[in-house]
């Protein structure tokens, strides 16, 4: 894998040949939308999901912008179980935008991707947080429509947002290891180059 490689998205043919990205993915997604539906049963703190996660991990093993739709495999599945809410369209607007800062990313590596995993898992949950939020306050009615109401009801989502804070913290850059792990174990599996052949400097064989 070679920096021409890492600077470029990878086409469908490409994530075709290299079927253990999209499989990764895949796993990772599986794995989002299950804990979002047993999560609360195993008493799992309010807001800790793994949808930033995978979604920041498919960013970067698809390399593809078509990426950004991650959250919404994710939400999508489970809200056809759990059922919707009022303020589903700021929930997946939400999502849309996490995605789309996330894709900014996909073609970083080193030191620098671990710094856009941190930046993606605090801007991340505060944006979903400020935003989702704001949805309750507007159309759920548990609020008054004041400064006050918008104002006592981000102070209720506190706890939901120090949850979401710390999980992604941990996980989004836990979700950049594995994608380095995917990229350097693919660098062992490719072939060698092969040795060029030696020969003089007049184009005649050696003796």
């Known amino acids: 894998m070679d920096d021409r490689d890492v600077l470029s998205d990878l086409s469908l043919r490409e994530l075709a040949r290299r079927w253990w990205r ?8 599986a794995a989002a939308v299950v804990w979002r539906l047993v999560a609360p049963d195993l008493g799992a703190p309010p807001n800790l999901e ?20 991650v959250p919404f495999a994710v939400v999508a599945v489970s809200d056809a179980v759990l ?14 935008v996490v995605g789309l800062g996330a894709i900014l990313a996909r073609r970083l590596r080193g030191p620098a991707r671990y710094v ?16 989702t939020n704001f949805g309750v306050w507007l ?42 792990l995917v990229e ?10 092969a040795a060029a052949l030696p020969s003089s400097s007049t184009g005649t ?3």
């Open 205 to 207: 064989p050696p003796l």
């Open 22 to 29: 999209p499989a990764t993915v895949v796993l990772v997604l």
């Open 184 to 193: 350097r174990a693919e660098r062992g599996l490719a072939p060698a180059p």
């Open 83 to 96: 059922g919707n809410t009022q303020i589903l369209w700021f929930t997946w607007s939400a999502w849309a």
């Open 116 to 131: 856009a995993a941190l930046g993606v898992g605090l801007g991340g949950s505060l944006w979903f947080f400020l935003w």
């Open 139 to 180: 159309m759920d009615g548990l609020y008054p429509q004041t400064a006050d109401g918008l104002l006592a009801s981000y102070v209720a989502g506190l706890p939901f947002l120090r949850t979401m804070l710390l999980g992604n913290l941990v996980l989004v850059p836990l979700a950049a290891v594995v994608a380095s």
């Open 50 to 69: 793994l949808a930033t996660g995978a979604t920041f991990l498919g960013v970067l093993l698809l390399r593809n912008r078509w990426a950004a739709v």
